[in-house]
């Protein structure tokens, strides 16, 4: 049966995906940013996933005041990347796994969460920000490593979803993705935030306290997070801060118990707090689905589990 190994949080500042498709991630201010996801790369590289749900916010690129979807699963076969007011970005389509993006429609729906299907939609900086950050940077003409399933998410326009909904959301979804019968080793990715306000006076606002308190939370206790109302993401966090619920929904897909084997954050981006945390379902769980992994791999991987890093600045 398929099987979600890994939950990934990560900031998806646009600036980060212009600083890649122009060639400056080794210019000191973005490289801090850069060598904070070395290690998730290689991670990422390590785990191998068959396919990753990635949750994350459309910028008014496939949707607009028009259609305000408050979940929209896209069930297509491939996902071209959006242009955003500057031509796409140089990132290859993204390739769909409609089988079982398919199954996790009809399970979700009939647990009663009402998404919208997109059978045909673009994605934004949003969706192929943290793409990069965790597999790299990978040329317009060649392939992604795995087939993604997007989830896009209204953090947008008012009302967004509460983070208690988002978390049941997700707990949905793992229950979707263990009822597929393929044998397949899936992460899934929560996006967006950390602090952040982009205009009005409080413009620039960056709460690294909020933000590594989230972080720690969402790692130990998630029950603590699911009860934050919006007014006080706002407050605390910038009006751009209420992206953080999405990662509510990767954190509702894992165990209740897991394993953080990373984590990074530093300020700025642009103008924006970078946050990002890879947490591993226990041991029980990862073993299932890794179970054909060479012998060299696993204790490799053990090893990763045994230390946590912590980068923090
Ligand atoms: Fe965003």
């Not at 801090?32 to 390590?46: A, H, L, N, Y």
């Not at 993006?101 to 949003?126: P, W, Y």
């Amino acid at each position: 049966m398929a099987r979600i190994v890994a939950g990934i949080g990560s900031s998806h500042v646009p600036a980060i995906g212009a600083a890649i498709d122009n060639g400056k991630t080794e210019e000191p201010y973005w490289k801090r940013v850069f060598s904070g996801f070395e290690k998730s790369q290689e991670w990422m590289r390590e785990t191998k996933p068959d396919v990753a749900i990635i949750v994350y916010n459309d910028h008014a690129s496939a949707f607009s005041v028009d259609l305000i979807p408050t979940f929209a699963l896209g069930c297509a076969a491939e996902f071209p990347p959006a242009d955003e007011g500057w031509g796409p970005r140089p990132v290859p389509v993204v390739q769909g796994y409609p089988a079982l993006a398919s199954h996790i429609a009809q399970s979700v729906i009939l647990d009663e969460f009402d998404l919208t299907i997109c059978n045909k939609m673009a994605v934004d900086h949003g969706m192929t920000v943290p793409m990069n950050l965790l597999f790299g940077k990978v040329d317009k003409d060649s392939h992604w490593p795995c087939p993604v399933i997007p989830l896009a998410v209204n953090v947008v326009m008012y009302p967004p979803p509460t983070g208690h909904r988002c978390f049941m959301l997700g707990r949905a979804i793992r229950k979707a993705v263990e009822s597929y019968p393929e044998d397949l080793k899936v992460v899934i990715f929560g996006t967006g935030g950390l602090s952040h306000q982009i205009s009005g006076p409080r413009a620039g606002l960056i709460n690294s306290k909020w933000d590594k308190a989230f972080l720690d939370n969402l790692s130990k206790d998630p029950q603590k997070l699911v009860k934050i109302p919006h007014v006080d993401y706002m407050r605390e966090a910038g009006a751009e801060g209420i992206e953080m619920v999405m990662w509510l929904i990767m954190r509702g897909a894992l165990d209740d118990k897991v394993d953080e084997v990373y984590r990074f954050y530093t300020v700025p981006a642009s103008n924006t707090a970078v946050g990002h945390i890879i947490l591993e379902n226990h041991r029980r769980g990862a073993k299932a689905a890794g179970k054909h992994k060479p012998a060299a791999a696993k204790h490799k991987r053990a090893a990763a589990r045994a230390k946590v890093h912590r980068i923090r600045s």
